[in-house]
């Protein structure tokens, strides 16, 4: 034995490649999710029939379409909180079983207060899906290129479900009543529940021992009351009733965080946003569906209200920009192969950024054809975005924390698309109502006038009702006001996007490593170690 001897290091176990069982796996996992992007979609197209049926009052009608995403958002941080904590299939399982049962309840609901309250509990059941089903994923795909390919799948499962939606919705509502739609879900939670346990694994945290009740209340009351602020700011409700929610549900937001600091075993983890890679990728994500949910939110009006097209019209319009992405989403687990994934996000980035600065330039040009061009180019741009954004959120967090980083991830994406939608749906209200103001005739009376004001949708009903010339002067000022609102929320959008993709350039990972890898040597500042994920453990 010489005095040098060298001991070499053990080297680090290779990734473990997944096997048919999880491939097969992965097509039942992306069942849910095909089916939770269709049920969004669905219901828009029943609620003509619904309300005939039934006679919600407005304020029914409304809580018919928003409880559902109330629920979503404010139990999924507590729901991958017990995935991680009883088992993600189990979860799993539980959810399919009690969405499968809502859908019933929705389906013959012979009051508006029982679809109501089934549409709630579809929210609770929908809130287990999404995170058990995607921490699943992070489980069964150890491999980061085979992980890419699976969260590939799951997100293009999510795209053509929402494609589908309205066309399997319209022909349920052509044959049959509108409880129809949501009887869709069921045979899918059936071939869920026979298949889910004999080819998807189990995975828990053991480390998590219990939930702490006072953290599952107040983490419930505060995201609540903040989506409550944010969706009533989009629709413009009572300055005072969107002020005390939001001011109530920071006030909460802030005890629970100082809760989960003392806490030995907290509901959310904060050391998880001490990994530079988790919190980048969040941001981005958070930020990147926050910067167009407003602009998508008015073009829908721009294409109906502005440019006179049915819903059947616009649907098919854009068309091109619906299956544009499912297209892309193929090529982005080969794309990532070749390019660094900041690289790749940044690029999606700035051609969202691009689409949108289209959409300011709608009243210069051929409306529709903007529309149409900038759309589809959006769809392309953010898809690798949502895949590779999700990807490495879920990969930056250790497998055991899977379900609470699944349920974050979620959580986020959900209150960036009701922040988008009432920050930029405000503004361009605002405008709105000033460019009405100024570019309608004084000769229109003022009864005619304020009620034309408020929304576009308002304006068209007066003008339907109104004299020929009084009408054709209120439509197009009120279409003239709703682009200039539009535009300049577009181009604010436009300018977010460009720099949030200049953000994940820099402060994203270049490489999309498992929680603990360790770091190559040469990394750099959107490098770092992605071993500090193993804070948490």
Same mark, same amino acid.
């Given at each position: 034995?010489t005095?040098?001897?060298?001991?070499?290091?053990?080297?680090?176990?290779?990734?473990?490649?997944?096997?048919k069982?999880?491939w097969?796996?992965?097509?039942?996992l992306?069942?849910?999710?095909l089916?939770?992007?269709?049920d969004?979609?669905?219901?828009?197209?029943?609620?003509?029939?619904?309300s005939?049926?039934?006679?919600?009052?407005s304020?029914?009608?409304?809580?018919?379409?928003?409880?559902?995403?109330?629920?979503?958002?404010?139990?999924?941080?507590i729901?991958?909180?017990i995935?991680?904590w009883?088992?993600?299939?189990?979860?799993?399982?539980?959810?399919?079983? #009690?969405?499968?049962?809502?859908?019933?309840?929705?389906?013959?609901?012979?009051?508006?207060?029982m679809?109501?309250?089934?549409?709630?509990?579809?929210?609770?059941?929908g809130?287990?899906?999404?995170p058990?089903?995607?921490s699943?994923?992070?489980?069964?795909?150890d491999?980061?290129? /085979?992980?890419?390919?699976?969260?590939?799948?799951?997100?293009?499962s999510?795209?053509?479900?929402?494609?589908?939606?309205?066309?399997?919705?319209?022909?349920?509502?052509?044959?049959?009543?509108?409880?129809?739609?949501?009887?869709l879900?069921?045979?899918?939670?059936?071939l869920?529940?026979?298949?889910?346990p004999?080819?998807?694994?189990e995975?828990?945290?053991?480390?998590?021992?219990?939930?702490?009740?006072?953290?599952?209340?107040?983490?419930?009351?505060?995201?609540?009351?903040?989506?409550?602020?944010?969706?009533?700011? !989009?629709?413009?409700?009572?300055?005072?009733?969107?002020?005390?929610?939001?001011?109530?549900?920071?006030?909460?937001?802030?005890?629970?965080?100082?809760?989960?600091?003392r806490?030995?075993?907290?509901l959310l983890?904060?050391?998880?946003?001490?990994?530079t890679?988790?919190?980048?990728?969040?941001?981005?994500?958070?930020?990147?569906?926050?910067?167009?949910?407003?602009?998508?939110?008015?073009?829908?009006?721009?294409?109906?209200?502005?440019?006179?097209?049915?819903?059947?019209?616009?649907?098919?319009w854009?068309?091109?920009?619906?299956?544009? =992405?499912?297209?892309?989403?193929?090529?982005?687990?080969?794309?990532?192969?070749r390019?660094?994934?900041?690289?790749?996000i940044?690029?999606?980035? !700035?051609?969202?950024?691009?689409?949108?600065?289209?959409?300011?330039?709608?009243?210069?040009?051929?409306?529709?054809?903007?529309v149409?061009?900038g759309?589809?180019l959006?769809?392309?741009?953010m898809?690798?975005?949502?895949?590779?954004?999700?990807?490495?959120?879920i990969?930056? !967090?250790p497998?055991?924390?899977?379900?609470?980083?699944?349920?974050?991830s979620?959580?986020?994406?959900?209150?960036?698309?009701?922040? =988008?939608?009432?920050?930029?749906?405000?503004?361009a209200?605002?405008i709105?109502k000033t460019?009405?103001?100024?570019?309608?005739?004084?000769?229109?009376p003022?009864?005619?006038?304020?009620?034309?004001?408020?929304?576009?949708?308002?304006?068209?009903?007066?003008?339907?009702?109104?004299?020929?010339?009084?009408?054709?002067?209120?439509?197009?000022?009120?279409?003239?006001a709703?682009?200039s609102?539009?535009?300049?929320?577009?181009?604010?959008?436009?300018?977010?996007?460009?720099?949030? #993709?200049?953000?994940?350039?820099?402060?994203?990972?270049?490489?999309?490593?498992?929680?603990?890898? /360790?770091a190559p040597?040469?990394?750099?500042?959107?490098?770092?170690?992605?071993? #500090?994920i193993?804070?948490?453990?």
């Amino acid at each position: 034995m010489t005095g040098h001897e060298t001991i070499n290091p053990t080297p680090r176990a290779l990734p473990r490649r997944a096997t048919k069982r999880e491939w097969i796996g992965l097509g039942v996992l992306a069942l849910p999710t095909l089916l939770l992007a269709m049920d969004m979609t669905v219901l828009h197209l029943a609620v003509p029939s619904l309300s005939a049926a039934l006679e919600p009052s407005s304020s029914q009608l409304l809580w018919i379409v928003d409880i559902y995403g109330f629920m979503i958002a404010g139990f999924l941080i507590i729901m991958g909180n017990i995935g991680d904590w009883i088992g993600r299939r189990k979860l799993l399982m539980i959810g399919a079983a #009690a969405f499968g049962f809502a859908s019933v309840l929705a389906a013959f609901a012979p009051t508006t207060e029982m679809l109501i309250a089934a549409r709630a509990l579809l929210g609770v059941a929908g809130a287990t899906l999404m995170p058990s089903t995607l921490s699943l994923i992070r489980n069964m795909f150890d491999d980061p290129a /085979q992980r890419t390919t699976a969260v590939t799948v799951w997100m293009t499962s999510f795209m053509i479900g929402a494609i589908i939606g309205p066309l399997v919705g319209g022909v349920m509502l052509v044959w049959f009543w509108w409880g129809s739609v949501f009887l869709l879900a069921v045979p899918v939670m059936l071939l869920l529940l026979i298949a889910g346990p004999v080819l998807l694994p189990e995975f828990r945290n053991d480390e998590k021992s219990r939930l702490d009740p006072p953290s599952v209340v107040m983490a419930l009351a505060a995201i609540l009351l903040l989506v409550f602020a944010l969706k009533e700011a !989009a629709k413009y409700g009572s300055i005072w009733q969107i002020g005390a929610a939001a001011l109530t549900g920071l006030a909460i937001g802030t005890l629970f965080v100082r809760r989960q600091i003392r806490l030995e075993d907290p509901l959310l983890d904060l050391k998880l946003f001490r990994n530079t890679g988790f919190t980048a990728s969040l941001a981005s994500l958070s930020l990147a569906v926050f910067a167009i949910s407003g602009a998508m939110f008015l073009i829908y009006q721009y294409l109906q209200g502005v440019l006179g097209l049915s819903p059947l019209e616009a649907g098919l319009w854009l068309l091109p920009s619906s299956l544009a =992405g499912p297209l892309v989403a193929f090529a982005v687990p080969a794309l990532s192969q070749r390019i660094a994934p900041n690289r790749l996000i940044a690029a999606g980035l !700035a051609t969202g950024a691009v689409s949108l600065f289209l959409f300011a330039m709608l009243g210069q040009f051929n409306g529709l054809a903007m529309v149409v061009g900038g759309m589809t180019l959006l769809s392309i741009g953010m898809t690798p975005v949502g895949i590779l954004g999700t990807d490495l959120i879920i990969s930056s !967090a250790p497998a055991k924390q899977a379900g609470a980083a699944s349920a974050i991830s979620e959580t986020g994406t959900e209150l960036g698309m009701a922040l =988008g939608i009432a920050l930029f749906g405000s503004l361009a209200t605002a405008i709105y109502k000033t460019g009405f103001a100024s570019g309608v005739g004084a000769d229109i009376p003022a009864a005619l006038t304020d009620r034309a004001s408020e929304t576009l949708g308002a304006a068209i009903a007066v003008a339907a009702q109104a004299e020929a010339g009084a009408g054709t002067a209120i439509l197009q000022a009120a279409r003239d006001a709703f682009t200039s609102g539009l535009q300049i929320s577009a181009l604010g959008a436009a300018i977010v996007s460009a720099g949030v #993709a200049l953000m994940a350039l820099r402060y994203l990972p270049k490489t999309i490593r498992t929680a603990g890898e /360790q770091a190559p040597d040469s990394a750099g500042p959107a490098e770092a170690s992605a071993d #500090a994920i193993d804070l948490a453990s």
